[in-house]
């Protein structure tokens, strides 16, 4: 590990205080029964409980890069003096970022943003809107202390305090935090901070680490989801099955921190209006509806297949094997009626189809929503759950390198090195 | 706010504002447009190829999606041919000449006509389906020496909606072009062919032998004469098509068009049908 830095809870909110002064600073706030990414003034920050600002928020954070309603374009028309019926229109780009630290990001939170980059600006047309805030936003990562019931990032090739995406990972250790700066933007947010240096305390940080990837259940054998999610297009018994509960709500969409849709809509008139852009959500059934009527994806069950395709199967399938899930759990804990990805994704490989009776409850949104310090994981009713000692002995044999071989992340290949 | 590096000049969202110059009425619900961006420098450095589609918006109103169906010679203007279906077609069938639209393009891929070379050409555009193969049709006939036999098969519910009736004489007469018109059901004074477009192509039964076959049309249209050329010992590498999906961004992130790992908006809308057979099958 590079540059180590050592804060006390009450360093760290004084220094996220002075942030603020030339910063928006997002960090989760409890509002209601969901903990949300807003921004917080140097006073809020200065009087801060430290738990509060390290709780896991309801929704992700993409709307720090993606805010949930944006304008894309302004446009005015003045009429012609000579001729009224004669428009001369103009229109303007409104596309800023303020400068920006989101902080208390958890690993799989600031992964998510290296699965959008590949979408908006690795392609043929870059997104200047998203480009703008990515480039303008430095991200200060939570490492997980450990994991909820309804986390899998084992299962994605990451884990509890994976880097990737993040300017600064942090971790909870006896007395304090410590840092440890990721990239250049990273250092120049920690530069004058006055933070104590802690080489001292690498043990403690790497057992911090071990621990919460043993508090981790294990991942199943995953080995060629790709191609057996891909297999399953055709069976639409097993979607409908899978999909019985569903009620297309796009909870899991709007809340997860990789999916990338969205719509463009008009307001106003070519007068005075704008054009915006919103979160869409692929779950619903207006989302393909072509004008003649037609719909590619009419039923729930082609609408579920797609999501979870496009995540395990068509997202790798452009993008180098990388998936478009980051194991967050988010549309595990907050479905209301508990469908559960991770069984859809196991059935499909397995070659098994779960009833809706089979698929275990989720745990209720209300665990993580009260306004406690994060609790371990609870007990989950899945056997593969309870975690092996093997494990806590050897932690970092569950860190496979995401990029290179995102599904060597099964329990075997973890096992045998 | 702060300085930032966005690349704000080439966002892709920013449409040109045009001018409609010609309002062209094809038929009882579609409608041609010729627009001109109002930037000169803009519309100077435009090109396009042939089956490259634009977002055609109303200010106030929205965007849709359409294929640009002239040649990428015509240096005048683009032509748009708008059926009036849903709420933004409605609002493009009002314009006048005149009128102020926004336009993006050009977007997606193009007929790869390059790999056509000394090959003959089997144009069939069924209904609005002949937008997009006007565009490459007229493009192979200005450079008819380079290419075999063209022929053109185009048909329409009724005399009434067949669109292009400018165009039509010409191709008719053309010493390049074989021209075949067919309409669904008999009606007064018709003087070509009487059915459906499968049945049709089948009579005129084009030879496969060094033979590109290329169409648009409805789905349903599509499959039986997908069917009729495969029928006629056409290979799926040689049966070109263009898809229809529902596209809000045109540039392949907002999620909507993708069929498998491809979307329609970026990828396509041009695919053979050999490689429509690896995708999945959702259409």
């Known amino acids: 590990m590079s540059s180590l830095l050592f804060a006390t809870p009450k360093e760290l909110t004084g220094w996220l205080a002075k942030l603020a002064s030339g910063y928006r600073v997002l960090a989760p706030r409890q509002e209601g029964p969901s903990v949300v990414y807003r921004p917080q003034t140097a006073e809020q920050l200065a009087s801060a409980d430290i738990d509060a600002l390290l709780r896991r928020a309801t929704a992700s954070p993409k709307q720090a890069m993606l805010p949930q309603c944006e304008t894309l374009v302004t446009f005015k028309s003045v009429k012609d003096a000579e001729d009224p019926s004669k428009l001369t229109t103009t229109l303007e780009n409104p596309c800023q970022a303020e400068p920006t630290v989101l902080f208390g990001c958890r690993p799989c939170d600031a992964r998510g943003f290296v699965v959008l980059d590949r979408p908006y600006l690795e392609g043929k047309f870059k997104d200047p809107y998203y480009g703008a805030r990515r480039e303008a936003t430095v991200i200060v990562t939570q490492a997980c202390p450990s994991a909820f019931a309804s986390c899998f990032c084992n299962w994605v ?90 009620l297309s709500c796009g909870a899991c969409t709007y809340l997860c921190p990789t999916c990338q849709c969205f719509t463009i809509t008009d307001e106003g008139s070519q007068l005075d ?5 919103s979160w869409d959500s692929c779950m619903t059934p207006l989302f393909t509806l072509e004008t003649s009527g037609h719909n590619p994806r009419p039923s729930k069950a082609d609408r579920m297949r797609n999501r979870v395709s496009h995540k395990f199967s068509f997202y790798p399938e452009r993008y180098d094997g990388f998936f478009s899930c980051v194991g967050c759990g988010r549309c595990v804990v907050s479905c209301p009626v508990s469908l559960d990805i991770r069984h859809m994704v196991k059935a499909a490989v397995e070659g098994s189809s779960l009833t809706f009776d089979d698929a275990a409850p989720a745990e209720s949104p209300a ?11 609870v007990a989950e009713p899945a056997p593969e759950a309870v975690a092996e000692p093997e494990q806590a002995a050897a932690p970092k044999a569950q860190k496979p390198a995401p990029k290179a071989a995102p599904r060597a992340s099964s329990k075997s290949k973890a096992k045998k090195r | 706010m702060s300085e930032h590096n966005c690349g704000c000049s080439k966002n892709p969202y920013l449409p040109e504002v045009a001018t409609v110059l010609e309002v062209i009425t094809e038929s009882p619900t579609i409608k041609s447009f010729r627009v001109r961006f109002d930037n000169e420098e803009a519309w100077n450095s435009f090109t396009y190829q042939p089956g490259q589609v634009g977002q055609l918006s109303v200010f106030g ?125 008999e009606a007064p ?90 995708l999945p099958p959702e259409m």
């Not at chain 1, 700066?181 to 990273?186: A, E, M, Q």
């Not at chain 1, 919460?212 to 999610?229: D, G």
């Not at chain 2, 009036?84 to 997606?108: C, F």
Request: proline share 7%; with cysteine.
């Open chain 1, 157 to 246: 090739g990451s884990h509890p305090s994976d880097k990737e995406g993040s300017d600064i990972l942090f971790t909870a250790v006896e007395g304090g935090f410590v840092l440890e700066v990721v990239t250049d933007k990273g250092q120049a947010l920690v530069e004058g901070a006055g933070f104590a240096d802690a080489a001292d305390k690498v043990a403690d940080v790497e057992a911090a680490h071990a621990a919460a990837a043993a508090s981790l259940a294990p991942a199943p054998e995953l080995t060629h989801v790709m191609e057996k999610v891909a297999s399953r297009f055709t069976d639409t018994e097993f979607w409908e099955k899978e999909t019985v509960k569903c």
């Open chain 1, 273 to 277: 209006g704008r054009r915006l852009r």
């Open chain 1, 367 to 377: 665990v993580e929503a009260v306004p406690a310090p994060e609790a371990p994981a």
């Open chain 2, 61 to 185: 109103v929205g965007e849709s999606t359409f294929v640009i169906n002239t040649p990428p010679s015509c240096k005048d203007y683009i032509q748009f041919s708008v059926m009036r279906a849903g709420e933004v077609t409605s609002a493009i069938h009002k314009l006048q000449p005149g009128d102020k639209v926004g336009v993006r393009a050009p977007l997606g891929n193009y007929f790869p006509y390059e790999q056509w070379k000394g090959k003959n050409i089997v144009f069939v555009g069924g209904g609005i389906g002949m937008a997009p193969i006007r565009t490459i049709m007229l493009h192979v006939m200005e450079h008819a020496p380079e290419y075999g036999k063209l022929s053109l098969l185009y048909g329409a519910r009724s005399p009434e909606d067949m669109a292009y009736k400018a165009d039509l004489p010409g191709w008719l007469e053309s010493d390049v072009l074989h021209t075949t018109l067919t309409i669904d059901r």
């Open chain 2, 189 to 278: 004074n018709w003087p070509h062919r009487v059915g459906m477009i499968p049945n049709v192509l089948k009579e005129l039964a084009p030879s496969p032998d060094n033979t590109i076959a290329v169409l648009c049309g409805p789905p349903i249209m599509i499959k039986f004469t997908l069917a009729a050329f495969r029928e006629l010992g056409f290979k799926d590498e040689n049966i070109i098509t263009t898809l229809e999906r529902r596209m809000k961004c045109g540039i392949g992130i907002c999620g909507r068009c993708n069929l498998g790992g491809k979307y329609v908006c970026l990828d396509g809308p041009v695919f053979s049908q050999a490689q429509l057979n690896e």
